[in-house]
């Protein structure tokens, strides 16, 4: 499988594997000085600022919310805002794992209780301020994510405020206008890249928030249109970004009468992108890179390996490989960015999607102590932590697929390669690996990660091994459903990740 360079990169990963699956080694050969893709964001996870858990109140509307867990896990995980030592720990880990590109969530109920009456100085709101601090000085870009606007003053009649569409776009868009303004002219905050006024709505697979019950109501479009033409007038340049359906939904040019008005395309994902899979994310990147727009996979998991309550499937090893599995996926198609779901989450509302412990869900109190959730942590790591924002992905190519194993090879800006490799397997496959391009001085350290590796409590992520003289072949060996990551960078356990 050979991977092409146009103006516009398109690389189908997809139906091109070896007749013979059972195959035990993989003859891989990278350019390292032919860039084929370069994102245009980075690698992160989601971080609520939304911290309430609000009574939901059903009992007084005709159209009333799912009852169960209507807000999913995009509220709670984080640590008291008196706790400042948790705090620094939490921002230690996000430092350590080098997320560059954080899903910031919040609702406008967050700061426009009533209307035309601003709040800024609420506990969710310093939550959000907490957050995007933290982005800020460490150079992380934000995907700022109104996940719903629940607010009564804007909603139908009978219609939960947490499902109901808004009553006056106006109100709606000027709303968040003054919002953006807040945080980019009076805190002057430049990390917010991109802003999505709404988490999943119709027009993909599911999403339920935009009723406007007996009433007919505006279209996500006329609200897109209203949003846009909004940011023109009051000089906001930050990017829309939209659809933000679920889960991989495929592609149909039919239902986007929305383009114009957004500068960045999202989408999620929570099957697991198998190799059939590809061609539906392919063909999103396709269309927004010929629209000269980025594409990102805003959210993504493996719901397939659990969820729901206090679920552990989305943090073990195996959602690891999976989320790997993803990127991978993405990385090599040309996608722009990438958000897990999610980095910070109280572990007992639909799943433990954590990448770090901050929650006791047995006593239901947030610990003093925020600790890394082993598998999902080292295993997201790998991704996150060699992986700079703006990186460039390299050619490579090999003469047959694996199934199961995945490769990528990318670049960061400041010139250090990264190969990465998932092994889904429960066999060993070896790698013989030939790289040009790179000045032979240069020295090549190895990672790797498996859930037996990650459940030592004496675990630490430090290179294995070093080579160097990368005119010749080398061989790698990918133990059985694992991760592994060559890179030129030496990154000890002590040593913070990559952000540029």
């Not at 092409?4 to 891989?28: D, G, R």
């Not at 609000?54 to 169960?68: R, V």
């Not at 498996?450 to 060996?477: N, Y």
Request: proline content about 5%; charged content about 20%; glycine content about 8%.
């Amino acid at each position: 499988m050979k991977h092409l360079a146009t103006i516009i990169f398109i690389v189908l990963f997809v139906n091109h594997h070896s007749a013979n699956s059972q195959e035990k080694s993989l003859n891989l050969r990278v350019d390292a000085s032919m860039v084929l893709q370069q994102m245009k964001g980075g690698i992160g996870a989601s971080w609520h600022a939304l911290v309430k858990d609000i009574p939901l109140g059903n009992e007084k509307y005709n159209y009333p919310a799912i009852s169960a867990c209507p807000r999913g896990s995009a509220f709670a995980g984080n640590p008291p805002l008196s706790d400042t030592a948790a705090w620094n720990q939490l921002y230690y880990h996000a430092r350590w794992l080098g997320l560059n590109f954080v899903r910031v969530e919040l609702s406008q109920g967050m700061y426009e209780p009533e209307r035309n009456i601003f709040d800024w100085n609420n506990e969710e709101m310093n939550v959000l301020y907490k957050i995007l601090d933290w982005c800020e000085s460490n150079h992380a870009d934000v995907f700022l994510q109104q996940m719903w606007g629940h607010v009564a003053w804007n909603s139908f009649p009978g219609v939960h405020p947490l499902i109901s569409s808004p009553k006056s776009l106006d109100d709606f868009a000027n709303g968040i206008a003054t919002f953006l303004k807040h945080l980019t002219v009076t805190r002057k905050y430049t990390c917010i890249k991109y802003f999505c006024m709404t988490n999943e709505p119709p027009g993909g697979p599911w999403g339920s928030w935009w009723s406007s019950g007996d009433n007919v109501g505006p279209s996500i479009t006329d609200a897109w249109k209203k949003l846009h033409e909004t940011f023109i007038a009051q000089g906001i340049k930050i990017p829309i970004s939209g659809p933000d359906w679920t889960s991989l939904p495929p592609f149909d040019a039919s239902k986007i009468d929305f383009d114009e008005y957004l500068g960045s395309y999202d989408i999620h994902s929570y099957d697991g992108i198998s190799n059939k899979d590809e061609s539906k994310l392919n063909d999103w990147i396709q269309w927004a890179h010929q629209h000269n727009k980025p594409l990102f996979l805003s959210e993504f998991g493996n719901m397939s390996l659990g969820w729901g309550g206090s679920n552990p499937g989305p943090k073990s090893f195996a959602a690891a490989l999976s989320n790997a599995s993803d990127v991978i996926s993405g990385i090599n198609l040309g996608a722009d960015g990438f958000n897990r779901w999610s980095f910070t989450n109280r572990g007992d509302l639909d799943g433990q999607w954590q990448l770090v412990c901050t929650y006791d869900t047995e006593k239901k109190a947030y610990r003093s102590n925020v600790i890394p959730e082993n598998a999902a942590y080292y295993g997201f790591a790998m991704l996150s932590r060699f992986m700079g924002k703006y990186a460039s992905m390299l050619s490579w190519e090999t003469d047959y697929c694996i199934d199961g194993v995945k490769p990528t090879v990318i670049r960061n800006r400041d010139g250090n390669i990264v190969l990465l490799f998932v092994n889904n397997r429960k066999n060993a496959v070896d790698v013989n690996l030939t790289i040009k391009g790179v000045p032979a001085e240069k020295i090549f350290q190895l990672y790797q990660v498996t859930d037996e590796l990650v459940a030592k409590p004496s675990f630490r992520l430090d290179p294995l091994r070093k080579v160097s003289g990368l005119d010749k072949s080398q061989v790698i060996t990918l133990l059985p459903e694992s991760l592994t990551v060559f890179t030129t960078y030496c990154l000890n356990q002590d040593d913070l990740g990559v952000i540029e």
